[in-house]
């Protein structure tokens, strides 16, 4: 991992970037500061995909976590930190899973309805290792194949996360699948 000079910690805090409109950084701050005071941030959200095309999704934590079920790791990206390097060290620190493809799906501007976190989705995999959840991030993890994720998208809406909710309805989760077509 490459080292920052100015990335250090402050009070026990993490130090992330504040971004202007067009996602340039303005000046550092720790995580939970730019979280309370509502400033627009990079986060990443990773999807995990099993050898069988399936989504790892993850609820709860050590304080119980809000119960919902979510992306396979999510946080923000630190000072300094690119959105991919932050995607595998997310993946590394919540699941344990390092070496993976990673391939960017979406992006979406810091605004009031992302909390204004600046959001790039990821997939990674295939991983043809377990994951080992952080007890202290995840209590529960699942693989969801197309049909049962979309299944709890459409009929249980409330028991998923607004990021997880947001790609699955988007359609960047599974994809639609390209059909050939023969002269």
């Known amino acids: 991992m490459v080292r920052y000079p100015y990335l250090t910690r402050t009070r026990g805090q ?11 950084p303005l000046l550092l701050m720790s995580g939970a500061e730019v979280r309370r005071r509502s400033l627009p941030h990079r986060v990443v959200l990773v999807l995990l995909r099993d050898m069988r095309g399936r989504v790892l999704v993850a609820r709860g934590g050590a304080d119980g976590g809000s119960g919902l079920w979510r992306v396979s790791a999510a946080g923000q990206v630190l000072a300094g930190e690119a959105r991919e390097d932050a995607a595998r060290r997310l993946l590394a620190l919540h699941l344990g899973i390092g070496g993976v493809q990673l391939a960017p799906r979406a992006a979406l501007a810091a605004s009031a309805a992302t909390g204004f976190r600046q959001v790039s989705l ?3 995999g295939p991983a043809a290792e377990v994951p080992v959840p952080a007890s202290d991030l995840i209590a529960q993890t699942m693989f969801l194949d197309r049909d049962e994720l979309t299944g709890l998208a459409d009929h249980f809406p409330e028991m998923l996360s607004s ?4 790609a699955v309805r988007s359609g960047y989760v599974f994809p639609a699948a390209r059909v ?4």
Do not use: G, H, M, P
């Open 14 to 24: 993490t130090l992330v970037e504040v971004t202007d409109r067009r996602d340039r």
């Open 122 to 124: 990821y997939v990674a």
């Open 163 to 166: 990021d997880l909710l947001w």
């Open 180 to 183: 050939s077509r023969s002269a």
